[in-house]
């Protein structure tokens, strides 16, 4: 059975050219921890990230270089690290609570369909800047915003119930468009692009889409505080990162 099980994963595999590529860690501030293999250790920045590491940022916060995308982590956010890439998509990993900022090159080095998991949805990095917000419910999504020290933090659970609190009906995601084009597609079969301006809200299996426009007020308000730095693409594209030759993914 663990042989046919093997054989099969690796047909799997080879079909789809996965690979993995290096995670850089570009800057950590605070306490960040990583579990992998049962273990919770302190991330620091000569700790190497592989496939399915849990990032939890706690008190601290991240960034995270994917070749061409930074993707930022602020306090009390649950993160999995994915970074395969295939023919077809380059996915980064899996946000599963908390707030994140992502700013994508726009010199695009390579041309994979940008993709990253939510909770009951998928997010294809159409353009080049957008925040994500994911709480347990649109009470707190809403006091976060007008600022941490308005609203207490979200309060992360524990291991054995992030599978339970990720599902929740009442959990609620937000992404919200500060650059380019979004693509969101829900598990529920509901689909938007967003544009400059444009916010996408869902609650938590996956309904319920809802799009609003903001003003150049409320973006600039809500990544101040949710204390994210709204990094133009452009500056990035002046000084693109050195690209790190990709690695084939190994099956366990």
């Known amino acids: 059975m663990k042989k046919i099980f093997a054989l099969i994963l690796f047909i799997f595999n080879t079909s789809l050219w996965a690979q993995a590529v290096p995670v850089k860690i570009e800057k950590i501030k605070g306490k960040v921890l ?18 399915d590491d849990l990032v939890m ?7 995270l270089i994917f070749e061409d995308t930074t993707i930022s982590l602020s306090p009390h956010s649950l993160f ?23 700013v994508t090159r726009k010199k695009l080095v390579d041309k994979r369909r940008l993709e990253v998991i939510l909770p009951k949805a998928k997010v294809h990095v159409v353009g080049t800047r957008f925040i994500i917000q994911i709480a347990p419910n649109v009470e707190q999504l809403m006091e976060r915003q007008k600022g941490k020290e308005m609203a207490a933090p979200i309060e992360l659970p524990r291991l054995e119930l992030i599978p339970t609190a990720v599902s929740s009906p009442d959990l609620v995601t937000q992404v919200t468009c500060f650059e380019g084009k ?52 452009k500056a990035i594209d002046s000084n693109p990162s050195e690209s790190t030759p990709s690695q084939e993914s190994e099956t366990e």
């Open 80 to 102: 999995r690290v994915m970074n395969i890439k295939n023919k077809e998509r380059y996915q980064f990993g899996e946000f599963l609570m908390g707030e994140y900022s992502s």
């Open 34 to 51: 990583y579990y992998r293999a049962q273990t919770m250790s302190i991330l620091t920045e000569r700790s190497e990230l592989k496939n």
């Open 57 to 63: 940022t706690k008190d601290g916060s991240i960034s």
């Open 182 to 233: 979004v693509f969101v597609e829900t598990d529920s079969g509901q689909k938007k692009q967003l544009e400059y301006k444009e916010s996408a809200l869902y609650s938590g299996n996956g309904a319920n889409l809802r799009v609003t426009m903001k003003d150049e007020a409320e973006l600039e308000s809500m990544a101040s505080a949710l204390a994210f730095e709204i990094i133009d693409s």
